[in-house]
């Protein structure tokens, strides 16, 4: 029988934690692990008593940071599918059925609930019209150099088998935003099996939202590592991110 753990890199989340936490007790999950990136509210406390395994880093490590922390803690209580859940509620728990079968079924070895699925869903759930854009200008350039068809790369709800884990360095990857384009950018690269699956998202105040100044930065950050790959698939540049 294969273990799902759900792991949540949180900041901030006290306020939508508890709500994220009751709408995941239906779904198929036998653990769920949070790690609180030095928050300055008291999601550390309000996941200990929601009975969450839960991890507390010292320093704000980054998003990141805290992902690694997340899979690595996953892995080492012997997950075989780690499902990232968002704790801010942006990110809808009723998909979680739908997000890990293809990994249970062999199907896969990463899934992304796309938001960019059905484009119009994702406008309708509040997405600004800046990152919708920047998410459409992205996807294409980063489908144009995979040679990937996918609607988007940019969703926080994703799931990773652990063979996936064990194979793709994802400890060599940057602390902030851009880890989750490393790692597709690795999984494309060492030809994982990569499924997506539509879902609803929901933008609101409480849900963490990045800014529009560190949205150009990420987008930068996003075709740097694009333009490390190029350049390491032509044998001008070696890249520690894409060996073995």
């Given at each position: 029988m294969s273990k799902v753990t759900v792991v949540m890199p949180a900041y901030n989340a006290g306020k939508t934690l508890r709500d994220t936490y009751e709408k995941l007790l239906g779904q198929p999950v036998d653990e769920i692990i949070l790690v609180d990136d030095a928050s300055r509210d008291d999601t550390f406390?309000?996941?200990?008593?929601?009975?969450?395994?839960?991890i507390r880093h010292r320093h704000n490590l980054g998003y990141g940071g805290n992902q690694k922390t997340c899979y690595t803690e996953a892995l080492h209580r012997d997950a075989d599918v780690v499902v990232m859940v968002h704790p801010d509620g942006q990110y809808d728990p009723s998909f979680l059925r739908q997000i890990v079968?293809?990994?249970?079924?062999?199907?896969?070895?990463?899934?992304?609930?796309?938001?960019?699925?059905?484009?119009?869903?994702?406008?309708?759930?509040?997405?600004?019209l800046y990152k919708f854009v920047a998410n459409i200008f992205l996807t294409t350039v980063e489908n144009l150099v995979l040679g990937q068809r996918l609607s988007e790369y940019h969703t926080g709800y994703r799931a990773y088998s652990r063979r996936f884990l064990e194979t793709v360095p994802f400890m060599r990857n940057s602390n902030d935003f851009v880890f989750d384009t490393e790692v597709l950018v690795q999984a494309s690269h060492l030809k994982m099996r990569i499924v997506e699956i539509p879902?609803?998202?929901?933008?609101?105040?409480?849900?963490?939202?990045?800014?529009?100044?560190?949205?150009?930065?990420?987008?930068?950050?996003?075709?740097?590592?694009?333009?490390?790959?190029?350049?390491?698939?032509?044998?001008?540049?070696?890249?520690?991110?894409?060996?073995?």
């Open positions: 406390y309000q996941a200990r008593k929601l009975g969450i395994i839960c079968e293809p990994i249970l079924t062999n199907e896969a070895d990463v899934v992304l609930g796309s938001r960019m699925f059905y484009r119009d869903q994702a406008r309708k759930g509040g997405m600004p879902v609803s998202t929901r933008y609101f105040t409480e849900a963490s939202s990045v800014s529009f100044k560190n949205s150009v930065i990420y987008g930068v950050k996003t075709l740097g590592v694009l333009a490390r790959y190029v350049m390491h698939k032509a044998g001008i540049l070696s890249c520690r991110l894409f060996l073995p």
